[in-house]
């Protein structure tokens, strides 16, 4: 078995726009790694190649294409065990995971804890374990997921279960959206300091092109406005901007996915 408490070596390999592909180092095999979400092939084939290292496994955490497109490529190359939720849209499973699940990857030395987080889709999963959750298009770094398929009770309650992880877990999220989170996250929550600072060093981090994740749920707490729909800055601000009184956290974090829905920063 592995060691929960030594962290894990993780890479990002970027897809399309802003997408990041995590690659996860084996603690027992470092030259063999696990790919989260593979939505393109290429640029994962680079990265191994230039590194000397194989594909172990795939771990995906929902069906949208920008996630799972390379998986076809990769498996042609390499036969390895695929695992994902419990969708028919998502092809070439060789395991379906549901919520409580464990995926045990024995001779790597992994295992990962399995969380149903529906809301961006309705079968979204996130991997915990080893003090890292990888979630997908759920939690980002200062922001969150549209709610394509769940509805503001299913999101609102995944975003509370990750903002519930130990606060020195780290987060892997999907995409590269911190700097334009940070701009809503400030027009919501203008007086919050440690989001101005981290919209200092995210601007320095982008502008060297580096990656601003992962984060982690502490931070995540203190900055992202989606896991402080609780807080009576937050419901002000949200009920100010609808113009009409919020009666509970659930609405506040409808009313303020719509307005960042709508947000032009
Ligand atoms: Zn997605």
């Known amino acids: ?60 955490t929902h069906h ?41 990857l024995d001779s790597l030395g992994l295992h990962f804890a ?51 992880l130990p606060a020195a877990t780290w987060v892997y999220a999907g995409h590269e959206y911190t700097a334009a989170n940070l701009r809503f996250a400030l027009e919501v929550e203008g007086d919050n300091a440690e989001a101005s600072a981290y919209r200092a060093r995210v601007a320095a981090l982008r502008a060297e092109d580096l990656p601003t994740l992962p984060s982690t749920i502490g931070l995540e707490n203190r900055v992202n406005p989606f896991l402080r729909c609780g807080e009576p800055a937050v419901h002000a601000a949200v009920a100010a901007h609808e113009g009409r009184p919020l009666a509970d956290p659930v609405a506040v974090f409808a009313a303020l996915r719509a307005w960042k829905d709508g947000f032009r920063a």
């Open 1 to 60: 078995m592995s060691n929960e408490s030594s962290p894990l070596s993780v890479r990002p390999v970027r897809a399309f726009a802003d997408n990041y592909i995590w690659l996860i180092a084996a603690p027992n095999a470092p030259r063999r790694v696990v790919a989260v979400d593979p939505g393109e092939a290429s640029p994962v084939f680079a990265e191994l190649d230039r590194h000397g290292m194989s594909l172990a496994a795939i771990l995906l």
């Open 64 to 104: 949208h294409a920008d996630h799972i497109g390379g998986v076809a490529t990769l498996c042609a190359a390499a036969e390895v065990p695929v695992f994902g939720p419990d969708d028919a849209r998502i092809p070439g499973l060789t395991r379906r995971l549901a919520d409580g699940d464990t995926v045990e």
């Open 114 to 164: 399995v969380m149903h987080l529906p809301g961006h889709t309705i079968s979204h999963i996130a991997f915990h374990g080893h003090g890292a959750v990888f979630c997908g298009d759920t939690l980002f770094s200062a922001g969150c997921g549209r709610m394509f398929e769940g509805t503001p009770v299913q999101m609102s309650a995944s975003l509370r279960r990750l903002g519930n």
